[in-house]
């Protein structure tokens, strides 16, 4: 049995166009349940037609006070009760076969609980955005102009993030920022009671706790087929930043940085422990001078990232010369205005 877990605010302009979006599945879904937080637009009047006629059961849930995306969400997750869930915005547009797709992956990877996956981005009136439409978006050629821009690209898992997710470094990736859209995401329901839906951070939303999860129990993976047509428009809750260039340092497992959110709600393991820990300190290391300290510890990455150890120490060694450098450049300069004096 398959769930859509749908949440709707104020989402008359597009509700239309995704639900029949996902009606029309060529593997039809047994139910959609959706929750409204308090519309005072149509939408629940859309909604309530749809469903009069709709083939696939539509339940509609209305909240008597404004839960926010991150509650919303979970009530319309708690009441579903697909085996498998799909998370559903109210103004995207899905493609005809993506039910069947994540449906038949999830059956082939049984180990598997959580995936995602990658998208078109589309503008309000359902038109891909184009490379070209971006001045200010890095081109890769002359070619890719006139290509559609994916989500991947603004969201942080390039090829680069997929080659170290691939060699387990999910971890260090999610620690700089959430790579998983909640509206590419399926899971099995199996795992909702087991999942933490209050995390003391108000900005960590329930994909990236889903994601958290499936890192954390090693059972999350991708799907590289864009599925999903992801629409930007004035009124998203939370959209891409078209205005990011590409090869930015938090495409890269490598690049140290402190932790974006808290991630106590998470049961960790020792070894994600250790890790998370290390990443925090090692932007210190950066810090010194030279990279005596990058050097100096080289035995923690060995016992934190294994085989991958020498990556991760030259990356630093090199952040670290290039931050010596600006500090001797600017010693300098001092001293050439002082002398000059």
């Given at each position: 049995m398959i769930s859509v877990a749908l949440c709707t605010y104020n989402g008359a302009e597009f509700i239309r166009e995704q639900l029949f979006s996902i009606i029309n599945q060529t593997r039809k879904v047994d139910e959609i349940i959706v929750c409204d937080d308090?519309?005072?637009?149509?939408?629940?009047n859309i909604v309530c037609r749809i469903a009069e006629s709709s083939i696939v059961p539509i339940y509609v849930y209305i909240n008597e006070i404004n839960l926010g995306c991150l509650k919303n969400f979970e009530k319309a997750i708690r009441l579903c009760a697909g085996d498998i869930v799909f998370?559903?915005?109210?103004?995207?547009?899905?493609?005809?076969?993506?039910?069947e797709v994540y449906e038949c992956y999830l059956k082939q990877n049984p180990s598997i609980d959580v995936v995602f996956g990658d998208a078109f981005l589309i503008d309000e009136y359902g038109n891909k955005i184009m490379n070209s439409q971006i001045p200010s978006f890095v081109q890769e050629?002359?070619?890719?102009?006139?290509?559609?821009?994916?989500?991947w690209e603004c969201s942080g898992f390039s090829k680069l993030s997929q080659k170290q997710f691939d060699a387990g470094?999910?971890?260090?990736?999610?620690l700089q920022m959430n790579r998983a859209t909640g509206c590419t995401m399926a899971f099995r329901s199996k795992i909702i009671d087991r999942i933490n839906f209050n995390p003391s951070n108000s900005q960590v939303l329930h994909d990236c706790i889903l994601s958290l999860y499936g890192i954390a129990t090693n059972t999350i993976n991708y799907i590289k087929e864009p599925l999903t047509q992801y629409r930007q428009h004035k009124n998203n809750v939370l959209g891409c930043d078209?205005?990011?260039?590409?090869?930015?340092?938090?495409?890269?497992?490598?690049y140290p940085c402190d932790s974006w959110a808290d991630f106590s709600f998470i049961d960790w393991s020792k070894n994600h422990?250790?890790?998370?820990?290390?990443?925090?300190i090692r932007y210190n290391y950066i810090k010194s001078l030279l990279g005596i300290s990058v050097v100096y510890h080289w035995l923690m990455y060995v016992k934190t990232y294994n085989r991958y150890w020498l990556s991760?120490?030259?990356?630093?060694?090199?952040?670290?010369?290039y931050h010596s450098y600006k500090i001797i450049r600017r010693f300098c300069k001092k001293m050439l205005s002082y002398i000059r004096r």
């Open positions: 308090g519309s005072t637009d149509d939408t629940i998370l559903s915005d109210q103004d995207d547009i899905w493609k005809k076969n993506k039910v050629s002359e070619v890719n102009k006139d290509r559609p821009i994916l989500l470094f999910g971890l260090e990736l999610w078209l205005t990011s260039g590409k090869n930015r340092d938090w495409f890269d497992a490598r422990l250790n890790r998370i820990h290390f990443s925090s991760f120490l030259l990356y630093d060694y090199r952040k670290s010369l």
